[in-house]
T-cell receptor, first 114, second 117 residues
């Protein structure tokens, strides 16, 4: 079936630097994408989302970029902090006919060094 | 707002017993809830979609007779792992969609750690 995958399983950055986490998706019918943060032993936490009619969306310290041409999604975290250390998942969703269910990528473990 | 709870947060049981996990939307009504399973250092795998008042829709490869799902109200869905075995040990996570919400935003519960001895 269709899947969403991440390019890098781990990412280590220095505190204060910017982080970029990438994601490739394969279902061209997907039109809604979400980034989640998951800390150890907890459920995923919503970070930011983007619909396919947009190519960029900004939140507080985070930006999501969507490139539909190459089916690529990225999450940028500005001024990364130790509290940002977690596993980050992208998820794809089909708004119509997809029953609202999300397909998750493999996850990238972000480690922030003080 | 948009809080989802799960109970219990962790459970240890003997092989062959059944375990029930509850998922509740605390401050909103959820016509649809989702159940995921996550093994260590792996991603979330969707097991089934639970719709209020109707039968759950299971993903390919998930045994519906082993993982019983009941969505009896707009705020509660339950997952029962029947005749649990050690290979069922995993982190079970539910999510819920707010019926008033836009897009398909899901709100996730904190997860339930199941250990089968």
């Amino acid at each position: 079936g269709e899947s969403v995958g991440l390019h890098l399983p781990t990412l280590s950055v220095q505190e204060g630097d910017n982080s970029i986490i990438n994601c490739a998706y394969s279902n061209s019918a997907s039109d809604y994408f979400i980034w989640y943060k998951q800390e150890s032993g907890k459920g995923p936490q919503f970070i930011i989302d983007i619909r396919s009619n947009m190519d960029k969306r900004q939140g507080q310290r985070v930006t999501v970029l969507l490139n539909k041409t190459v089916k690529h999604l990225s999450l940028q975290i500005a001024a990364t902090q130790p509290g940002d250390s977690a596993v980050y998942f992208c998820a794809e969703n089909i708004s119509s006919g997809g029953a609202g269910k999300s397909t998750f990528g493999d996850g990238t473990t972000l480690t922030v060094k003080p | 707002g948009a809080v989802v709870s799960q109970h219990p947060s962790w459970v240890i049981c003997k092989s062959g017993t059944s375990v029930k996990i509850e998922c509740r939307s605390l401050d909103f009504q959820a016509t649809t809830m989702f159940w995921y399973r996550q093994f260590p250092k792996q991603s979330l795998m969707l097991m089934a979609t639970s719709n209020e008042g109707s039968k759950a829709t299971y993903e390919q490869g998930v045994e519906k007779d082993k993982f019983l799902i009941n969505h009896a109200s707009l705020t509660l869905s339950t997952l029962t792992v029947t005749s649990a075995h050690p290979e069922d040990s995993s982190f079970y996570i539910c999510s819920a969609r707010d019926r008033r919400g836009y897009h398909n935003e899901q709100f996730f519960g904190p997860g339930t750690r199941l250990t089968v001895l």
